[in-house]
């Protein structure tokens, strides 16, 4: 139930399953069209929610599909959380759609950070 709080504090729970609140595309600074879109997306586990999940580029299919949007349930395969300029970010690298649109959200979950 704790899944992205512990995906937060380095706990690296095993294929943990999530819901995606949002999905945003992130355009690159210099506007170089051959550069994939990259989506920043906010994902929770119904108690906690992380607004700074980034999807990696050969993952986008998903969200082009619309496979991943907003209120899918995934299950993250392979991910990893860094730190940038004092923010944790979630990357996911390889994911799993369980359910493209749940209809609607999962609890009243709370930031995990102040990002």
Excluded: F, W
Excluded at 72 to 91: D, E, Q
Aim: positive net charge; hydrophobic residues 35%; contains cysteine.
């Amino acid at each position: 139930a704790n899944a992205v709080l512990d995906i937060h504090n380095d706990k690296q729970p095993d294929q943990p399953v999530v819901q995606i609140l949002d999905v945003k595309t992130i355009k690159t600074a210099d506007a170089d069209s051959t550069k994939p879109d990259r989506y920043r997306l906010q994902i929770s586990d119904g108690e906690h929610k992380h607004l700074s999940a980034m999807l990696a580029t050969q993952m986008n299919t998903l969200v082009t599909q619309e496979k991943i949007k907003k209120n899918a349930i995934v299950r993250l395969l392979k991910y990893v959380c860094n730190t940038v300029n004092s923010r944790r970010i979630i990357i996911i690298i390889n994911a799993e759609v369980i359910n493209p649109d749940l209809g609607h959200r999962i609890g009243d979950p709370i930031n995990v950070s102040k990002d």
